[in-house]
C-alpha cells in the first residue's frame, strides 16, 4: 500500500518524524474536540454526536493496528473490522439517500427537480430495511430511536454481508481443496 | 514489573557510531554518502549526532558503502548497573 510518506518520498527518519508530526496534530485535535463539547455543553446543545465520534474513530485506529501489527493472536479483529466498515458505508449511503429523499432543489445537483427524488427515495427503502421498514416510516419513530434504529439496520447488514462472505470463502475453499485432492490422481 | 525493569535496563544502554571518522577516511561528504544509501543529507547528520537510530536495513547499507562490518560501524555502549 502506498502512503503520503512514500508519494512525499521521506527516508526512514523523515517517516519517523511525520508520525510524530501526525500524534502531535492528534494531541491537538485532540483538545479542539475537548474544547468543542465544552461548547456546546454551555450553549445547552446536547454534544453527543461530537461524544461519541472520536471513542469510534479510536476503536477504529486500535483495530487497524492490531491488523496490520498482528502480534497477538486476536481473531476477532479482522471480522470485527469488516462488520464496523460496512456498518459505516452503510449508514453514510442510507444518510445520503435520506438527505437525497428530503432535498427539495436537487442532492448535489444529481437530481435536479421534484419529482426527480424518486430514485433517491428507493434507494433509501432499501437501505432502511429490515428496521426501519418493518417499525414504519422514519415519521413514525420517535426521534430519540432513529439514529439508534439507522445503526442496528446498517450492523444488519453488515452481519448479512459477512455471513455471505464467510460462505463464499468456505465454499472457495472446499473447491480449492477438492481440485487440490484430484490433481495427483490425474498426473 | 518485569517490563519497566527491561525498560530501564534498555535505557541504559546507547547506540554509539563511527560513522564520522569511516566517512572521511573514505573521502565522502555526507551528501554523497547520503545519496549512496538513499537518504537524505540530514539523516546521516542526524545518525552522527547520535539523533536518529537507523534501521538495520540502513546500517547495513551503510556498512556496505565504507567497507567494513556493522559491527564496527555501530556498537552498543552499555552504562554501569546496565545487564550484559
Do not use: C
Not at chain 1, 25 to 32: A, C, E, Q, R
Not at chain 2, 64 to 82: C, D, K, Q, S
Amino acid at each position: 500500500m502506498k502512503t503520503e510518506m512514500d508519494v512525499l518520498r521521506m527516508d526512514e527518519r523523515q517517516r519517523h518524524h511525520w508520525l510524530e508530526a501526525n500524534r502531535a496534530t492528534l494531541m491537538f485535535v485532540g483538545v479542539v474536540w475537548l474544547l468543542m463539547i465544552a461548547f456546546e455543553l454551555s450553549e445547552g446543545r446536547g454534544a453527543g454526536f461530537l461524544i461519541a465520534m472520536v471513542p469510534i474513530f479510536a476503536g477504529l485506529r486500535f483495530g487497524l493496528y492490531y491488523y496490520y501489527a498482528r502480534d497477538r493472536d486476536i481473531r476477532w479483529v479482522q471480522p470485527a473490522l469488516f462488520i464496523v466498515l460496512f456498518a459505516l458505508g452503510h449508514w453514510v449511503a442510507t444518510a445520503a439517500a435520506w438527505a437525497g429523499e428530503l432535498s427539495t432543489g436537487g442532492w448535489l445537483w444529481l437530481v435536479p427537480s421534484e419529482p426527480s427524488h424518486g430514485i433517491w427515495a428507493g434507494a433509501a427503502r432499501v437501505l432502511k430495511f429490515p428496521i426501519i421498514t418493518l417499525i414504519g416510516t422514519d415519521a413514525d419513530l420517535p426521534e430519540w430511536l432513529g439514529a439508534p434504529a439507522m445503526l442496528v439496520n446498517s450492523l444488519i447488514w453488515a452481519g448479512a454481508a459477512f455471513l455471505l462472505l464467510k460462505v463464499a470463502r468456505g465454499t472457495r475453499a472446499r473447491r480449492v481443496a477438492e481440485s487440490g485432492q484430484k490433481a495427483p490422481s490425474g498426473g | 514489573m518485569r517490563k519497566r525493569r527491561e525498560l530501564a535496563q534498555r535505557n541504559r544502554v546507547a547506540l554509539v557510531n563511527h560513522l564520522k571518522q569511516h566517512r572521511a577516511r573514505m573521502n565522502l561528504t555526507q551528501q554523497e554518502l547520503a545519496e549512496r544509501v538513499g537518504v537524505r543529507r540530514q539523516t546521516i547528520l542526524a545518525i552522527e549526532k547520535g539523533h536518529y537510530v537507523p534501521s538495520a536495513l540502513l546500517a547495513l547499507l551503510l556498512a556496505a558503502e565504507l567497507e567494513m562490518g556493522v559491527e564496527e560501524l555501530f556498537e552498543l555502549m552499555r552504562e554501569e548497573g546496565g545487564e550484559r
